[in-house]
């Protein structure tokens, strides 16, 4: 949407969001094998997201009411023209009659005691409150790309380590098959390595699974469902952040968009009084016309110029009862505010409880991992020397298989819940 002010005017030009999507989609153009950040994938995201360009042509309409505001500031001009033709009642002729008129006014608003103000800034009020909405949708918007796109590392890691364990299992196989050949091992080692393969390569399809879906969800969070071929660059990695409930919580008060929007619409109730009261008072116009008319050319003309000054003295209670509905009006959005700064405390302390929650495990999985490696390590050794079972090859093998799964589940938990304590914080 672009506009352009002009003594007091907006004008503006509005393009279909097809149309801008279609244009954004020509110059975010991916290639094959292209890897993608977190950042490039935000960044279509805010091009590209339905929602987005659904706030912004909210944003756009609450700017063109400030100029419908502003123009009680500005002369109403009319230009009038018609033409009759009749014939009168009376039995004196029966000739009709031609009758031609025409005219200009023009009224311009003298004093309305600060009603066409207070509108116009009730106007300001809900389009700052409209740019705020729009802020909060695209930090949710954001929140959802990185969810998605860590939940696609997640299933990316996940497939390496599916993929791994075909191989282990593969290499077990070969290992059992030469023992039963030489006559160390009996049958039993190669068929229960086999039901092992077989099991891993079942995962292994379900992985492959996982990950299509967990791309299809990362395009649909950047409203481009069609996107194929691409790579994400791996930024799974655990790095500690230092923050505290309390600080997290005064960053949230104070910059949490969803909650500085209520303020201001808190500010446009009380305004909207304002603007109801001004319901009793009396308003001041100044009119000059200038006519023409008659039954044929030339017209005769006229002109007229004056004050009006209207004093509302009985509308029916209408403004009384307009008074009343805007003081319901600030009541119910004071309690929406009140609702609200504690759906923003809720909202940071579990997202603040989740993070130290996965802070803490992951250094326990990793710890996990090391101590699976090692026992998978003797299990294989063990195996190989001739005093191990093939059934603690493969426990050892689903316990370090495990141990890797749940190590990446403690990273996704923790940049997921980092990225939501962000979100909770307004950032």
Partial sequence: MIY??????????AFSPVLLVSK??????????????LDRCINLALKHQPDILSAMGDVAAKKSRIGQAESGYLPQINLATGYSRYSPVSQITDRAFDDYSGGLSLTQNIYDFGKTSTQVKISRLNLASSSLDLRWIKSQVIFNVRQAYFAAL??????????DTIGQFE??????EGFYEVGTRPKFDVTKAQVDLSNARLNLIKAKNTMRLALAGLNNAMGMTTLEGYELEDNLQFIPVKIGFDEALKKAYDARPDLRSMLIQKNAAQASIELAKKGYYPSVAGNASYNMGGASFPLEDGWSVGVNVTFPVFSGFLTKYQVEEAGANLSSIAAKEMA??????????QSYLNLKEAEEQVPVAELA?????????I???????????????????????????????????????????EKAMGE
Avoid: M
């Fill in 379 to 421: 299990a294989t050794g063990r195996y190989n020397v001739g005093v191990g079972s093939p059934i603690e090859v493969t426990d050892a093998e689903v316990a370090l298989e495990s141990a890797k799964l749940a190590h990446i589940q403690a990273l996704y938990d923790y940049k997921v819940a980092f990225a939501g304590l």
């Fill in 24 to 37: 954004a989609q020509c110059d975010d153009s991916i290639g094959k094998g292209e890897v993608l950040s």
């Fill in 340 to 349: 609200l700064k504690n759906t923003v405390f809720l909202d940071v302390k």
């Fill in 369 to 377: 991992v090391k101590q699976a490696e090692e026992n998978f390590e």
């Fill in 4 to 13: 352009f002010r002009w003594f007091g005017f907006i004008i503006f030009a």
């Fill in 171 to 176: 290499l077990h196989l070969k290992q059992a």
């Fill in 154 to 163: 997640k299933a990316k890691r996940n497939l390496k380590v599916a993929q």
